[in-house]
Nanobody, 120 residues
Framework: QVQLVESGGGLVQAGGSLRLSCAASGRIFSSYVMGWFRQAPGKEREFVAAIRWSGDRIYYAQSVKGRFTISRDNAKNTVYLQMNSLKPEDTAVYYC?????????????WGQGTQVTVSS
């Protein structure tokens, strides 16, 4: 079993920054991909960013490219999402998710989410 715990959310003004963390515990395959998703009120959950265990493949949604940076620390089993130049439309609950086999067909485990609110 794997547990994912997000932290770092909060309230920030437009143009500000936040760094989210996702700490993973349990049996994690070396082939993993970790992703960040978000869901705004009344909207479907959407992909934000993902990173392979090796760090050599990183993916971003077009809406966050150039503003958000995903990174990982395998020694700490932690993935980060640095969010800069935040906009009100970035307001959402942010979730991290783990894809054990790294094939990006589906995510096996999800965190409980952390709220990010960007005021205008």
């Amino acid at each position: 079993q794997v547990q994912l715990v997000e932290s770092g959310g909060g309230l920030v003004q437009a143009g500000g920054s936040l760094r989210l963390s996702c700490a993973a515990s349990g049996r994690i395959f070396s082939s993993y991909v970790m992703g960040w998703f978000r869901q705004a009120p009344g909207k479907e959950r959407e992909f934000v960013a993902a990173i392979r265990w090796s760090g050599d493949r990183i993916y971003y949604a077009q809406s966050v490219k150039g503003r958000f940076t995903i990174s990982r620390d395998n020694a700490k089993n932690t993935v980060y999402l640095q969010m800069n130049s935040l906009k009100p439309e970035d307001t959402a609950v942010y979730y991290c998710a783990l894809d054990q086999d790294g094939l990006m067909r589906s995510y096996d485990y999800w965190g409980q989410g952390t709220q990010v609110t960007v005021s205008s």
